[in-house]
């Protein structure tokens, strides 16, 4: 954006939780863009940034460091170019097509969730290996047979799969989705993938989401014990 920062986006090597914490500051800071005061409010601090997302400001500065000089010291960062900044960063600014496998539960949900298709995420395929499911349709997306999915990513070029069959079923799909071209895949089954280098892949297990904050819930009760 003009007259404000460079991105430089091509640096390698940055660290996965500099990535989270960009994307809630993106998510959050997009929500308050939108409210009264942030209509209102041309620039923004860190420490604002801080109040509204619940990150450290250093740590806020330190992760943005990493791409270029934002703001202006004792101005603070454009609300609005910020936003577009961290779009661009986190490659939310393009559109993704992205593959499903796993009717199911969860499969359902996430395909009726309509956040996905805000941030530019669009499911183009459902695949399942249930004869009974295959061919019926969530929302307008008709659900194919596994069978096909390779030639399915090759011929639209996708490149984002979501995994969401059961434990002892994906590391087959994940293969499927590799051979067919897929690079990121966001897996919902608890288990650990075997996946090339090339590949990355994110997987959401909700029981050691649970199981951490079970674990510091602990620790306060002992140590009020
Ligand atoms: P589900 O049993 O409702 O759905 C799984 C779907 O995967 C079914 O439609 C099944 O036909 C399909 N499937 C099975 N093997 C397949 C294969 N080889 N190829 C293509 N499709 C195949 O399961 P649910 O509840 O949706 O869970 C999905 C995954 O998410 C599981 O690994 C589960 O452990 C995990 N998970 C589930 C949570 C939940 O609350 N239901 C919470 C967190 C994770």
Request: overall charge positive; proline content about 3%.
């Amino acid at each position: 954006m003009k007259g404000y920062h460079t991105i430089n986006n091509s640096k390698k090597n940055i660290p996965q939780p500099t990535i989270h914490r960009l994307s809630i500051c993106h998510r959050c800071l997009e929500l308050f863009a939108e409210t009264e005061k942030g209509r209102k409010l041309k620039t923004i601090s860190s420490s604002e940034i801080s109040e509204i997302t619940g990150i450290n400001s250093n740590q806020i500065r330190k992760d943005l460091a990493y791409f270029g000089k934002f703001g202006r010291r004792g101005i603070g960062y454009p609300v609005k170019d910020l936003v577009y900044s961290l779009k661009s960063i986190l490659g939310s600014s393009r559109k993704w097509d992205i593959i499903l496998v796993g009717a199911g539960n969860i499969g359902k949900a996430l395909i009726r969730y309509r956040g996905f298709q805000k941030r530019g995420f669009t499911i183009k395929g459902i695949f399942d290996n249930n004869q009974s499911k295959i061919g019926k349709k969530i929302g307008n997306i008709e659900i194919s047979d596994i069978k096909i999915i390779e030639s399915f990513i090759r011929r639209r070029n996708i490149k984002i799969g979501i995994i969401a069959v059961p434990a002892n079923a994906a590391q087959g799909v994940a293969n499927h989705m590799i051979a067919g071209g897929i690079k990121s895949i966001l897996n919902f089954a608890p288990i650990t993938l075997k996946y090339p280098h090339y590949v990355k892949i994110n997987t959401i297990d909700i029981s050691v989401e649970l199981e951490r904050l079970v674990y510091f819930l602990a620790s306060e009760l002992k140590a009020n014990d």
